[in-house]
């Protein structure tokens, strides 16, 4: 195996985005491509076995052109840069960056981050229902949630509604006090805090003052028809196929919908079907209704809990299996 050496020339301005704190990246990139990283006088040396010095070069030069464009470098961004390596896509992570959806009340552009989270933005933009299904972390919410606002901005819809369904994630609050809307804010709060970030506090009260902007429970749905509305379901593995049914059939002329979930963490009293699971299968052949699975790989939160949502999947993997076998085993006992 020939070993090699190349130059990678780092601007001055982009070197600290870039290497990380105590270049904590370019070390990373060094354990996981075997490769030896010398940085000196605005240059970086690369060696080590010839492809892996032209993965870690490619990871670096587009590392580099994101640092340009304006972004903060993250782990994730590292992470996710080598993760297209391996697989020969390291020029997607330019093509994602480019397609930013709208900004935050403090100027940062929204933008996909992962080639999941692209196709989804992309089926969103194509499809009348779209499904966003997958672990937390993948950004469902979020990226449904600045495409509605960008929608809403642009007078593409009249009006936003978003909406889940008000269930106790696992632990009885019990009565909680206040009025009926003071009630179900708490479940309701992620959707206000995507809100508040991406519209802005003010922006978002004068249009729900409005009846423009509205966050309810699923409950509230029944007996509506919603036209010209952008609708996004949060939180659909809680839903009872009953529950679901009513929301599909509320939708109305010039409407879009986005429903999200994580199959993997619901709420529902032991042996209720998720209404998410059986619209996935009685809809899946509706040509004008797009599903997006996310993975581990599309987590963009902090690097651990891309391990911790892997780590989950393959144990539950595992207790799936053990589960199949004692069946079959009983099975033949009888």
Request: glycine share 8%; proline share 4%; charged share 25%.
């Amino acid at each position: 195996m020939s070993i090699i050496e190349t130059i990678v020339d780092v601007p001055a301005d982009h070197q600290r985005n870039v290497f990380g704190q105590f270049d904590v990246f370019v070390k990373k990139i060094e354990r996981t491509l075997r490769v030896t990283m010398i940085a000196r006088d605005g240059e970086l040396k690369i060696i080590g076995p010839q492809g892996a010095v032209n993965k870690a070069k490619s990871v670096f030069n587009n590392l580099i052109e994101l640092s340009k464009r304006g972004n903060l470098i993250m782990e994730q961004n590292v992470d996710y840069a080598l993760s297209l390596a391996f697989s020969d896509q390291e020029d997607e992570i330019l093509e994602i960056d480019k397609d930013i959806i709208c900004r935050t009340i403090n100027g940062k552009p929204v933008k996909p981050k992962t080639l999941g989270q692209k196709q989804y933005v992309d089926r969103i933009r194509e499809k009348m229902i779209v499904f966003g299904v997958g672990p937390a972390g993948t950004g469902k919410t979020y990226l449904a949630m600045a495409m509605a606002i960008q929608a809403f901005k642009d007078g593409e819809v009249g009006r936003i509604i978003l909406t889940r369904p008000a269930i106790e994630a696992g632990e009885k609050l019990g009565f909680l006090p206040g009025d009926l809307q003071s009630k179900i804010d708490p479940y309701l709060r992620p959707l206000y805090d995507a809100l508040y970030q991406i519209m802005g506090p003010d922006s978002f009260i004068h249009n729900s003052e409005k009846g423009l902007i509205e966050v309810a429970p699923l409950a509230y749905m029944r007996g509506r028809t919603l036209d010209n509305a952008y609708i996004i379901l949060d939180e659909a593995q809680n839903t009872t196929p009953a529950q679901m049914k009513m929301f599909l059939t509320r939708i109305g002329f010039g409407s879009k919908v986005v429903i999200t979930g994580d199959m993997t963490q619901k709420d529902l009293p032991a042996g209720q079907t998720s209404g998410l699971d059986v619209a996935l299968k009685v809809l899946k052949d509706i040509e004008d209704i797009g599903v997006i699975y996310f993975d581990h790989k599309d987590v963009v939160r902090h690097p651990l809990v891309q391990k911790i949502v892997q780590a989950y999947d393959e144990y539950e993997k595992k207790e799936k299996t053990k589960t199949i076998y004692k069946t079959k085993v009983t099975s033949r006992s009888r």
